[in-house]
């Protein structure tokens, strides 16, 4: 008999919840990655990073458990027919992977789960991407936090070693299964091509020491850029959240916490995926102009900050936050642009994209989300850039042709005009 393994974001050997468990299990292990159509098919870049990137890990992983005489089975097929498959191939006993929380994640889960049940093996699921998840930090009456603060500060007092503490899994890849090298599919097989976007590292210390001092500017490299890292498991999170204890960044620290703050509200309301949290801000009137949606995509709006960061956006999957702020406030109330566009904008293209976080972020910039700004702040991009980009350095290396202003677009509107008009629709929608 057999015990499966299934990676999906947990994409390392080592400090694996799930897979230390499996390993820990009674029988010999296989890993398993499948490639789901119905996630690559959502995927309009046939030269997607992601995907890139997934597929050279899994195919280390690959390699990796093949120096230990046993392989990676990947699939490429419906997460329901590649189970099918791996349920006649294998003598399954017991099947062991880890908690994912995004809506889709939890139904194709469950579907597994009934399938498996029926054949009469178990499912085995464990806490491994995040310290807390879903209801483990609540309000004392056992409600689900909607503020950051309060939810953050719970989140601290409860964490100690247990939390922290990483699994030891390689000690015990020794009971995986023994097994020949398996086939692995290319990525034309997947429907692919490969994409030549650097990655960025995965050494995320050398830039926590001094977060708190850098991480506002846009022009310095000056945060850890591992959002993909721990979005795939190709960091663990218990190893940065205890390098982050153990030099006291406590900022650092705090910026993990609202990655799992997001998480937990995206579990306990689903239904911000795409709808406001506060639900009155449905009501906005969006003028969802194509033209202004087009220029702002292509970072040719004329406002130099906001086109910078698309541009960074564009050319590297990348946009530093501050300007992840900007861009997303300058779309939604600059242009009244709905935020939903703009969030599947931002889907497409960030290397780092995370449902829970990206919604999040796009909610608190349109207002409507958890600790929003009250909707009558509205980001001047000209102001932005005298605290955060003063020298320009950032606007130069984005927009060259900034130098030149008979080459640089006009602002397609006018600042003042649009915050009026912003706030007039934003009352509109609020006072009904
Ligand atoms: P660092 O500053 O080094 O922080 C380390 C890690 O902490 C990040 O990789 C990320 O996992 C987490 N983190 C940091 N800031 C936040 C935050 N504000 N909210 C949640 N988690 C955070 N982050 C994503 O991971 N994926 C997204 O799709 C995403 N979309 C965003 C959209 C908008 C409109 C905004 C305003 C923010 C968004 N963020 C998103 C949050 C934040 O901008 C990025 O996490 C951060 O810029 C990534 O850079 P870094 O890896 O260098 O982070």
Redesign the pocket.
Known sequence: KTTIFWFRRDLRLDDNAGLYRALKSDNPVLCLFIFDPAILDQLDDKQDARVTFIYDTTKNLQQELEKHNSSLLVLYSTVEMAWQQVLKDYDVAAVYTNHDYEPYAKKRDEAVAELLTRHGISFNTFKDQVIFERAEITKDDGKPYTVFTPYSRKWKQKLNDFYLKSYPTRIYLKHLLKTAPLPMPTLQDIGFKRSLQTIPDKN?EP?IID?AAK?DYPAIKG?????IH??FGTVSIRKAATYASEVHEKT?LN??I??EF?MMILHHFPQTQDHAFRPEYDRIKWINNEKHFEAWCQGKTGYPLVDAGMRELNATGFM??RV??LT?SFLSKHLLIDWRWGERY?ASK?L???MA??V???Q??AGSGTDAAPYFRIFSPDAQTKRFDLKMEYIKKWVPEYADFSKYPKPIVDHAFARDRCLSAFKEALSK
Do not use: V
């Open positions: 995320y830039y977060y991480r945060t850890t850029r591992i959002g721990l979005r650092w910026e993990l609202w990655r997001y530093h936050n992840r702020m997303a931002f960030l780092d994209y995370e976080s990206n999040g972020g796009w608190w910039a």
